[in-house]
């Protein structure tokens, strides 16, 4: 696949990459930005958005799962969390 210089042009961000207001802003539009994310999309797939969460979030969730998990722990038979822990 060819790639014209103005499509080279239209994709090329600069060199201004800078987080703001929690954002990261590439470029001098948010075009670059949304341009970025669409290629990093189609070569990484939709699991790379996942290192793109707010650390909040990360948070949130290893609360949720340990949370859960401990009622689990909780609603069983401390005889087979002692059989399974030997």
Do not use: C
């Not at 341009?35 to 939709?46: A, D, F, K």
């Not at 949130?60 to 401990?70: H, R, T, V």
């Amino acid at each position: 696949m060819s790639v014209s210089l103005d499509e080279y042009h239209a994709w090329t961000p600069g060199t201004k990459i800078e987080l703001v207001d929690g954002q990261l802003v590439i470029g001098d539009s948010l075009s670059h930005s949304r341009r970025l994310l669409s290629q990093i999309l189609r070569s990484w797939g939709i699991e790379s958005l996942l290192a793109l969460a707010p650390e909040s979030l990360w948070w949130q969730a290893l609360a949720y799962s340990f949370d859960q998990m401990g009622n689990q722990l909780e609603q069983l038979d401390p005889a087979i969390l002692q059989q399974r822990a030997a």
